[in-house]
């Protein structure tokens, strides 16, 4: 493949154009939008089959992550869809959604070392919010790029750029009391990784006053930023895709953490492998959070390095009113947990051990680093969970008690990053290997295997196109054949 600023591919003739301003969307965190909501899309099973690239172009770094996507903003090149890019240097690049052509472009704050976050923007569509390697999370115009300074911006996420690593994706979620808060989560690189002084933390920021909070996984009773030697105790970094996932049945808002100490138990302050739930500004009673879940076998998965936290809850959306808000909770132990959100432990408070309604060893086995993704369709729930060996797909039933449960419906070999479903179709993205498939069967419905390598990389799709980057530095557009305009 050849290195271009822009690359048309595969010109054609003028091909029939559909209306598409009913389906005009936006996707504009990782996951889709708030609560994992998913613009409208015209590509169906029965068409997927048709897309094909087209355009594709290089970004001046890789980008380790899914880009967001918004449309009608008014910039000095007229009104634009604009597909936004975070690179592993922390730079934010807005692409003309509709053919690739770059429209601006920020010039990061230098640091140390790389990111694979992805951006977000906020809910009036002014901005758009990236993290760099100098440790804070940058407010950027979304018509201009121009960097808006003030009001907690830049906000600041770590003191140990060098050794705590921004690896989850931004996320923004209203809460019920009306105020907007932005998600920001820390872990820390593979070398020295568990050996560094670092700390897992959460910085929750009021993206209208600039307030922000810090629940540190150790010692949380401090409500601040450590730099180095401030806590005893180190590790227990946050590094799922999805960093904090808020719920609005519950206002309450999940992480999940690492290996690391975990002195609950006993009255400490210390979280290690544990699914954490806190206020919606990020803020506990004295370092106790609202509920917790820590697996009764947590001092193993921490002796094995096998992280709770490689990847964090999905929310399961239900019909069954005689079930609680449930989730479900993966990790490098190649396991799904299924839990209560309303009641982590199953004693109606944090710091107590077990409590998950069911334990389901992966069929496909190995580590999860992926998000899992759910999804509701004529009365069912199903949720499904993808590594690099397979993907498996089960579905919510009541048992004979009534009492919710996972089953098994069906699993391939195919493996690849996280799934994302958008109008009964389900994307996976793999190294060389991009498919779509059909959610209730696994039937691949179409497939490209033009792409290059792929690590966290998963796509986005609205409307008639899907869009995807690669570790070879490109965002490739794939668009029904049918509704392509040049």
Known sequence: MVLAALILIGARPDPPVF????????????????????????????NVNELEVAWQVALPEPSDGSPVYVSGIETRRGTLNLLIVSTMAGRLVAINAENGARVWQTTPPEGPRWTTSSPAIDPTHSYVFGYSLDGYVHRYELATGKEAIGNGFPALITLKGDVEKGSSNISIATARDKRTFLYMTIAAYPDPGDDGDYQ????????????????????????????????????????????AVYDPVTDRVFITTGNGPYTAL??????????????????????????????????????????????????????????????????????LRLLNLENLSGNGGPAHLGGELQIVDLPQGHMVMTQPQAWLDAGKTWVFVANNHGVAAFELIANEDGDPQLVLRWKSDFGGTTPIIVNRVLYLAAPHRFVALRPTTGAVLWEDNTIGDIHWQSPIIVNDTVYLTENAGYVTAYSLSTTLRR
């Not at 996707?27 to 909501?37: D, E, M, P, Y």
């Not at 629940?215 to 005893?232: I, Q, S, V």
């Not at 399961?316 to 909770?329: A, C, E, I, Y």
């Open 266 to 335: 006993d009255g400490g302050h210390d979280w290690g492998s544990s699914v954490v739930a806190l206020r919606p500004d990020g803020t506990t009673d004295r370092g106790t959070p609202l509920d917790s879940y820590t697996p009764e076998n947590f001092q193993e998965l921490t002796d094995e390095d096998l992280d709770l936290s490689s990847t964090t809850i999905e929310i399961l959306p239900t019909f069954n009113k005689n079930w609680p808000r449930l989730g479900v909770q993966s990790g490098k132990d190649g396991r």
């Open 19 to 46: 209306d598409l301003s009913d389906y005009s969307g936006s996707w504009t965190q990782f996951g889709g939008n708030a609560g994992g909501r998913k613009p409208r899309s015209i590509i169906t099973q029965q």
């Open 200 to 243: 897992g933390h959460l910085v929750t920021v009021d993206i209208k006053s600039g307030e922000q909070h810090v629940f540190n996984a150790l010692c949380a009773d401090a409500d601040m930023h450590f730099a180095l030697g401030d806590c005893y105790a180190q590790q227990a970094g946050i590094w799922a895709r999805a960093g």
